[in-house]
């Protein structure tokens, strides 16, 4: 009796975190069909690394004034509902600036959002840009955001 009650525990054992696994998921159509979302949840985007470009300013003011209205395009394609991740990185060897994560259908689009940014169109920041495949609910954290944010940059 021992013997078929341990071979039994041995069989089923091993297969409960695979039906754990296997829970129903709670789908929403209609969430994500408003996201844009494809099968896996997941639909394509245009990251962007920024990196320092060419130009050198001299000029402190024409900088800062670049710079300003670098933050408020990042502001206007947020509202947009085109860029949905921006943000500067830390110091490194590779002299990355910063990121986004565009949603827009091709780099081509994406270049033409770049070429609103005055940092970028005066050269003091360049732009790598690569597809890239994520959530399609990402966007969907900057309503969030607001809610937490205290300062506007």
């Not at 990042?74 to 509202?79: D, P, S």
């Not at 081509?108 to 003091?124: H, M, Y």
Request: with cysteine; aromatic share 8%.
């Amino acid at each position: 009796m021992f013997r078929i009650f341990f071979i039994t525990l041995c069989l089923v054992i091993p297969a409960l975190p695979a039906a754990a696994q296997h829970a129903p998921a709670v789908y929403n159509k209609k969430l994500a069909d408003s996201l844009g979302a494809d099968a896996y949840g997941m639909k394509g985007y245009v990251l962007v690394i920024l990196k320092t470009g060419p130009a050198v300013m001299k000029d402190k003011k024409i900088t800062d004034s670049l710079f300003a209205g670098h933050l408020a395009n990042i502001g206007r394609l947020a509202h947009e509902g085109k860029l949905v991740v921006a943000g500067p990185m830390g110091k490194n060897d590779k002299q990355y600036r910063g990121i986004f994560i565009l949603a827009v259908k091709d780099k081509t689009e994406a270049e033409g959002l770049l070429d609103t940014d005055p940092a970028v169109t005066a050269g003091l920041l360049a732009a790598e840009l690569y597809d890239w495949y994520g959530s399609a609910a990402l966007p969907a954290y900057l309503g969030v955001h607001e809610q937490i944010e205290q300062k506007k940059p």
